[in-house]
T-cell receptor
Framework: KAGVTQTPRYLIKTRGQQVTLSCSPI?????VSWYQQTPGQGLQFLFE???????NKGNFPGRFSGRQFSNSRSEMNVSTLELGDSALYLC??????????????FGSGTQLSVL | EDQVTQSPEALRLQEGESSSLNCSYT??????LFWYRQDPGKGPEFLFT???AGEEKEKERLKATLTKKESFLHITAPKPEDSATYLC??????????????FGAGTQVVVTP
C-alpha cells in the first residue's frame, strides 16, 4: 500500500512569490492535515481537511491556505512568501473514522527555501 | 492550550545502554498521546498510541508508558539503528483540538557502537 506522497520534494522560491504544495493521502484515508516543521518551533499544525471541508486551522496568517479535492488529495498554498516561511512542510493522512486513538501517517515532506 | 514538553533535548548512548525519554503534557482532556520517531530528511513514523493512565505499549526495544501528567519512552539495550529524534504529541478533546496533534520539540537520540 502506497504511503503519503508529497510533491515536490524540494522547492526554492524568492520573497514575495507564492507556492503550491501537493499531497496524496493513503488510499482510503479521507482526512489530510498539514504541519510546518522548523528547527526553532518544531512541528506546528497548519490545518486539517476532511471530505473537502476545513475542520480546524492553526495560528498561521491568512497567507497560508489549503484545499482538499473529492479524491482526498490536498494542496496548500502560501502567498507572498517571507524568509521565515522556509521550513519542511509535512502532510499527514488518517482514515477519519473519529476513533480517539486514530494515528497520523506522514509523508516525507516538501523542503521549502525562501531566498 | 495544550502543551507538550520533552526532555532531555538530546541523549547520547552507548550501544546496550538503556535509558528513558520524558514527555510532560497539559491538556484539557486527553484523547490520545502519540510517540513518533523521525529520521533526518523524513516525516515522522508512528510508534505508539496511549490514551489512559497506566497503559503500556511495547515494540522491540521500545516501551511507552503513560500517567496522568507524563509519558515515558524506555529504550532497552539500544542499537545504532535506534538513533533518531523521538517526538511526543497529544490530541485533546476540545473543538480547538479537532484533528490536531500538539507536538513537543523532540529528543534527539544518538546511539554509538
Amino acid at each position: 500500500k502506497a504511503g503519503v506522497t508529497q510533491t515536490p520534494r524540494y522547492l526554492i522560491k524568492t520573497r514575495g512569490q507564492q507556492v503550491t504544495l501537493s499531497c496524496s493521502p493513503i488510499s482510503g484515508h479521507r482526512s489530510v492535515s498539514w504541519y510546518q516543521q522548523t528547527p526553532g518551533q518544531g512541528l506546528q499544525f497548519l490545518f486539517e481537511y476532511f471530505s473537502e471541508t476545513q475542520r480546524n486551522k492553526g495560528n498561521f496568517p491568512g497567507r497560508f491556505s489549503g484545499r482538499q479535492f473529492s479524491n482526498s488529495r490536498s494542496e496548500m498554498n502560501v502567498s507572498t512568501l517571507e524568509l521565515g516561511d522556509s521550513a519542511l512542510y509535512l502532510c499527514a493522512s488518517r482514515r477519519g473514522t473519529g476513533a480517539t486513538n486514530e494515528k497520523l501517517f506522514f509523508g516525507s515532506g516538501t523542503q521549502l527555501s525562501v531566498l | 492550550e495544550d502543551q507538550v514538553t520533552q526532555s532531555p533535548e538530546a541523549l547520547r548512548l552507548q550501544e546496550g545502554e538503556s535509558s528513558s525519554l520524558n514527555c510532560s503534557y497539559t491538556v484539557s482532556g486527553l484523547r490520545g498521546l502519540f510517540w513518533y520517531r523521525q529520521d533526518p530528511g523524513k516525516g515522522p513514523e508512528f510508534l505508539f498510541t496511549l490514551y489512559s493512565a497506566g497503559e503500556e505499549k511495547e515494540k522491540e526495544r521500545l516501551k511507552a508508558t503513560l500517567t496522568k501528567k507524563e509519558s515515558f519512552l524506555h529504550i532497552t539495550a539500544p542499537k545504532p539503528e535506534d538513533s533518531a529524534t523521538y517526538l511526543c504529541a497529544v490530541r485533546g478533546v476540545t473543538t480547538d483540538s479537532w484533528g490536531k496533534l500538539q507536538f513537543g520539540a523532540g529528543t534527539q537520540v544518538v546511539v554509538t557502537p
